[in-house]
């Protein structure tokens, strides 16, 4: 079942990644996706902080897909985040 789109978090400093939460009838399943996974998507490199968020926005469809998908193959335990890393996107 796919998941629905729900909130942004926002950039993570500390882990290089951005955070969002998506729902899984009505539960909440955190999200996050690595600054490199954003940057290739975006077809860039090195974006600074102060911009994620609006690269999030631009590529938001997209990485909520993915992050469904994901979440499809993953385990279900309570508590588990999906990562988006550069290794998940289709080459």
């Known amino acids: 079942m796919p998941l629905t789109r729900d909130k942004i978090i926002g950039h993570d400093?500390?882990?290089?990644?951005?955070?969002?939460?998506?729902?899984?009838?009505?539960d909440v399943v955190h999200c996050q996706i690595s600054d490199a996974a954003m940057?290739?998507?975006?077809?860039?490199?090195?974006?600074e902080s102060s911009a994620r968020q609006a690269q999030f926005m631009?590529?938001?469809?997209?990485?909520e897909g993915i992050a469904s998908d994901l979440y499809?193959?993953?385990?279900?335990?309570?508590?588990?985040?999906?990562?988006?890393?550069?290794?998940?996107?289709?080459q």
């Not at 290739?40 to 974006?47: R, S």
């Not at 631009?58 to 990485?63: E, H, K, Q």
């Open 39 to 47: 940057d290739d998507l975006a077809g860039m490199k090195g974006t």
């Open 13 to 26: 400093l500390e882990r290089l990644a951005f955070r969002f939460t998506m729902l899984n009838d009505g």
């Open 72 to 90: 499809d193959e993953a385990p279900r335990f309570s508590g588990y985040v999906v990562r988006i890393f550069t290794r998940h996107l289709a």
């Open 58 to 63: 631009s590529l938001r469809d997209t990485i």
